[in-house]
């Protein structure tokens, strides 16, 4: 059932990343800027955290779940170190997927013929 759960939440964000993306004049990055604070507004009132409960590695992938990390790295280190964890608090918990994104884009990048 955690398949089915993921499959829709996953599928569910990109479908309304695509109707936002085919009924207004937002660009893609402005979509992406949108779904990361919306994750963030999810994770300061606990949703996000039932929502990948509930949905498990499908709410953990689509770009809401960055919000949600910063958020919830932000607000786990002001807890334990005070006004200082919320400046160190979001690299605790991305720090792993910036750092992996940016070794494998250098390995493409090494690996393949970039265009003009």
Known sequence: MIYLNA???AGFVCMIG???LDNTKLTPGHITCLFVVIGAFLDVFNIYDKIVLWAGGGALVPITSFGHLITHGSLAAADQYGIM???IGPFDLTSAGI???IIISFIFALIF????
Do not use: E, V
């Open 7 to 9: 499959f829709l939440f």
């Open 18 to 20: 695509q109707l936002i």
């Open 85 to 87: 964890g919320l400046l």
């Open 99 to 101: 750092s992996a994104a």
């Open 113 to 116: 013929k970039p265009r003009d």
